[in-house]
């Protein structure tokens, strides 16, 4: 397609838009497919009514109870996202291991924090990181305390590092930072802790069977390849950054996978070009459902959200900052946010459970 302009436009997206003007990306595939920024009077999104099932929405995850356990949140046919509570083991000797035969499983943590145990090594997490467990490898969790856990599982691909291109390889992480297991520190665990799993669950078509055995299932004594569990924390990630112009969400990628992509917002500074717009800008992500994970931080560019909230923006319809943060971008310098984004090539359905937990009258949010 050739590239056209017409009316009031800029150079460069993102940047030097007239003043009481607002920009609105409509674009495909993402923010890698054909684009155009269009220049408007006044918000695309200051909508006073909404019909229908098709309208932003805003969760409250929260609510779930520890008690809880695992709760499934959205899904379709290449990712289900899930709300999780896992209890520190009343007999740590006699953990029950897990083993997810339909897809990879990545944990992010939100609260809590302990120990995985693999038949690769032991990982330790915190608050902030990621555990990434390929398809059929068995772990068991040895936990410090009562943890929650965002949980995502790739049923149709396995997880891979984004495309760097031009930055290079060492760019968003370096593949140095990654927590990789430790079979000496579990050996240490299994022998002077006592701990003596000999239950695995499997998970396989949403089924589970329970295998028992007589001895203790990790005993790997050795390995070596490139397949294994790993972590990485939010701490270790370099946000890509442009002080001339906005970058799209996408230049934060940490993860993808077939049908969609795991990205991570941390602190970083703001744009400083006087004409460079410093908000998320409006726009449609056409072909993608956005949800966001608030784990930490002052999320300016929404209004009344404390951490552990869910926000939920399917493809339809233009989304963007709230007008409170248009006004206090003013006298910021820089983020100081951790999220976690989840865009999906193909629409989430969502579970009759988030009804619950549903804050209604989100979409009026935007009013000023």
Not at 55 to 62: N, S
Not at 262 to 284: G, I, M, N, T
Request: aromatic residues 12%.
């Amino acid at each position: 397609m050739h590239h056209y302009t017409q009316g009031i436009s800029t150079r460069q997206a993102h940047k030097g838009i007239p003043e009481g003007r607002f920009e609105e990306e409509q674009g495909l595939d993402g923010f890698f497919g054909p684009v155009s920024h269009l220049i408007k009077e006044q918000p695309s999104t200051r909508w006073v009514e909404i019909e229908g099932p098709l309208k932003p929405r805003l969760y409250d995850i929260v609510k779930f109870a520890p008690e809880t356990g695992i709760q499934r949140l959205l899904y379709n046919n290449d990712i289900t996202i899930s709300n999780l509570w896992m209890m520190p083991a009343k007999d740590p000797s006699r953990l029950t291991a897990q083993r997810n035969a339909d897809g990879d499983w990545l944990y992010f943590c939100h609260k809590g924090g302990g120990r995985m145990l693999t038949e690769y090594g032991e990982l330790a997490f915190s608050p902030g990181a990621y555990i990434v467990v390929p398809k059929c490898i068995t772990h068991a969790f040895l936990l410090d305390e009562s943890t929650n856990f965002l949980l995502v599982e790739n049923r149709t691909s396995h997880f891979r590092e984004p495309d760097r291109g031009l930055v290079g390889r060492h760019a968003v992480y370096d593949i140095n930072t990654i927590g990789k297991p430790d079979l000496e520190k579990q050996y240490q665990t299994l022998r002077n802790g006592g701990v003596d799993p000999r239950e695995v669950h499997i998970k396989h078509t949403d089924q589970i069977t329970k295998i028992k055995y007589d001895s203790n299932i990790f005993d790997t004594i050795g390995w070596k390849g490139d397949l294994f569990p790993f972590t990485l924390h939010m701490n270790d990630l370099m946000p890509l950054m442009s002080h001339r112009a906005h970058l799209p969400p996408s230049a934060h990628t940490n993860f993808v996978a077939r049908g969609f992509v795991v990205c991570s917002f941390v602190p970083r500074p703001l744009e400083s070009d006087a004409d460079a717009l410093k908000v998320p800008f409006y726009h449609q992500n056409i072909d993608y459902d956005e949800v966001l994970f608030y784990h930490a931080g002052d999320f300016f560019s929404r209004d009344n959200l404390h951490a552990g909230m869910m926000s939920f923006h399917p493809a339809g319809f233009p989304h963007g900052p709230h007008p409170k943060a248009m006004q206090k971008i003013t006298t910021k310098t820089h983020t100081d946010e951790y999220a976690v984004m989840i865009d999906t090539r193909w629409p989430l359905q969502r579970d009759p459970v988030l009804e619950k937990v549903e804050l209604p009258e989100y979409y009026l949010s935007w009013r000023k």
